[in-house]
């Protein structure tokens, strides 16, 4: 399995897009934790430890910017790999401008191959 021995938070509000990322992420072998807001997803950050985190750009709670900027300065959290997944690709200039830069990004939609062939560069395999 080609994400054996991972732990992946997936951070999405919408059900749908759960159980696809979910169900791709546990078919390949990965260890899936689930947040439905920011809040959540970085509370969960904190109790899981997990390896790479995909983040819905758009999500209630905490906010994305926000998000990404407590997982950065937390020395525990930081060497987490995020992918943003995001149907608005023009928000990734904000996140840059704000020097938030996620390590990978997917538009939305994508395909199982996508999302596998991303997380498994960010991971290094």
Do not use: W
Request: net charge negative.
């Amino acid at each position: 399995m080609l994400l054996s021995d991972t732990k992946i938070l997936v951070a999405e509000d919408e059900p749908d897009h759960i159980n696809f990322i979910r169900t791709i992420l546990e078919d390949n072998g990965a260890e899936v934790i689930v947040a439905h807001n920011g809040t959540a997803a970085l509370d969960m950050a904190r109790i899981g430890q997990p390896d790479a985190m995909t983040l819905d750009i758009s999500m209630p709670g905490m906010d994305v910017i926000d998000l990404l900027g407590e997982l950065k300065k937390d020395p525990r959290l930081s060497a987490i790999k995020i992918c943003i997944v995001s149907g608005r690709p023009e928000l990734r200039t904000i996140l840059r401008d704000r020097h938030l830069n996620a390590n990978a990004y997917l538009d939305k939609p994508f395909t199982e191959d996508d999302l596998v062939k991303s997380l498994l560069g960010l991971l290094g395999r």
